[in-house]
């Protein structure tokens, strides 16, 4: 028998919490629940949800630093998180995918929505993103880990930093606009500006460390893999 997904919904407001709650136990999803950051945090590393819906404002420990934890941590920094907030700026999305989200929802949202939102996520993290065996130099990806080893080091990649990783690399050298990654990185129909693709690229190449270079900048058109033997500065 198949086994429901797992989502951990985290927010101070009770009442949105049981509504979210309701809906996705309808939809078939498996719900945990914690009332604020800490608890988040424990019940994240206790149960290991398959995805986690991590409101941004909340007492003691806001979202953005629950979810800088959670990433930092190895039992739970490839689960993917989507934020609830009622901030809307581009500056407040930007933060949240900075620390590690992998969407952005703006509350008030649609229940449809959140739904939609959710199987896209969880859909392009099970389907994968490359072969077995993909690599670049000395930069390997795992399929089936959803790992990315840098010098046979194991380096913390959310999910759709793994995707945009994997579509670079299959793209082999051919640059790949913003809304190409848009639509391979996050999946179709999702709609972000070409800032919050910067902000994931940048996570990447931090991560890649010595190695970021790979990932090379063309300026007015968007992002390649270049040669790992080249320098490792950034290319403009």
């Known amino acids: 028998m198949r086994l429901s997904p797992k989502i951990l919904v985290v927010d101070d407001e009770p ?3 049981e509504l979210v709650s309701y809906n996705l136990s309808q939809a078939g999803y ?7 950051g ?13 995805l986690i819906l991590l409101d941004v404002m909340m007492p003691e420990i806001q979202g953005t630093e629950v979810a800088r934890r959670l990433r930092a941590d190895p039992r739970t920094g490839s689960i993917p998180i989507i934020m609830l907030t009622a901030r ?4 407040d999305q930007l933060t ?18 959140l739904l939609a939102r959710i199987d896209a996520v969880l859909r392009r993290v099970s389907e994968g993103s490359a072969p077995e065996g993909l690599t670049i130099g000395d930069v390997r990806l795992d399929l089936d880990s959803q790992e990315v080893f840098v010098a046979d080091e194991s380096a ?7 995707r945009l990783l ?7 050298g051919r640059t790949l606009t913003r809304e190409d990654l848009v639509r391979k990185g996050m999946g179709p129909g999702v709609t972000v500006t070409d800032r919050a693709i910067d902000v994931h690229i940048a996570a990447v190449r931090r991560k890649l460390g010595d190695r970021a270079g790979l990932v090379q900048t063309v300026r007015g058109a968007g992002y390649r893999i270049g040669n790992p033997g080249a320098d490792t500065a950034h290319a403009e």
């Open 15 to 17: 009442d949105l919490i």
């Open 30 to 36: 498996e719900v945990f629940r914690a009332c604020n």
């Open 38 to 50: 800490f608890e988040a945090i424990e019940v994240a590393t206790k149960q290991k949800p398959n």
């Open 88 to 91: 809307a700026s581009e500056a």
């Open 96 to 113: 949240g995918l900075s620390v590690g989200a992998d969407d952005y929802v703006v509350k008030p949202f649609s229940i449809k929505v």
């Open 156 to 162: 913390q990649f959310t999910p759709t930093e793994f």
């Open 166 to 172: 994997a579509a670079l690399i299959q793209a082999n």
